[in-house]
């Protein structure tokens, strides 16, 4: 049985399955006891998400256990796999940053991946750099298709939007402010005022 570290005495488990792939969230968490047992660390406390997405923005029991983090109940979170924890590359080194700046380890017991010590949070060091990259593929993919939209003449950004100037002058003729103007138009205050604008313009020039 190894010693637990110094600094680590108190760890939660965290666990998710997906009730609509038939897991059972037990096959996770014994391994996971098991590993805290041997390890001399007391399980603060185990979140389980059931039947919910990794994909899923909003976990009760992720949610909860992020919270808890922050106000320090426990010195690590422990979880089988990395996969279980974070639904994207983004989203996990967020996370893992926000754990870091609250004292809080990371263990990941299937990944080999332990924040708490120097090997670990090189580990995280590379995963940060390849949520860096895939941000920048991202940007650069965002960029050649707007390029290449406009090299074949696309419009890009919102469709201009259609305003009945004959209808805004008989309105504003009938003593109508711009915000019952654009109520009974349909359209934003905005938009009507700069509608009048660049009709006043037109007529000018």
Do not use: C
């Not at 600094?7 to 897991?23: F, P």
């Not at 039947?51 to 690590?76: E, W």
């Not at 949070?121 to 860096?132: D, Q, T, Y």
């Not at 650069?140 to 419009?155: D, H, P």
């Amino acid at each position: 049985m190894h010693d637990a570290e110094p600094h680590l005495q108190r760890v939660a488990i965290y666990a998710r399955v997906s009730t609509m792939n038939g897991q059972d969230p037990e096959l996770q968490l014994s391994e996971l006891r098991d590993f805290a047992r041997r390890r001399g660390l007391e399980v603060h406390a185990e979140y389980v998400d059931r039947g919910v997405s990794g994909a899923k923005d909003s976990r009760p029991a992720l949610n909860r256990l992020m919270a808890d983090a922050q106000q320090h109940r426990f010195d690590a979170i422990l979880v089988w796999k990395i996969d279980r924890f974070g639904r994207s590359l983004k989203h996990l080194v967020n996370a893992l940053a926000d754990l870091s700046a609250y004292g809080i380890a990371f263990i990941s017991l299937r990944d080999n991946l332990d924040l708490s010590t120097p090997s670990g949070r090189l580990m995280f060091a590379v995963i940060g750099a390849m949520a860096e990259f895939e941000r920048a593929l991202i940007r650069e993919r965002v960029k050649a298709g707007l390029r290449n939209a406009r090299s074949k003449g696309r419009r890009l950004g919102r469709p201009p939007v259609m305003v009945n100037l004959q209808e805004l002058h008989r309105l504003r003729a009938a003593g109508l402010g711009w915000h019952s103007v654009a109520r009974r138009m349909g359209l934003g205050v905005g938009t009507v005022i700069r509608a009048a604008q660049n009709s006043i313009r037109s007529e000018v020039a």
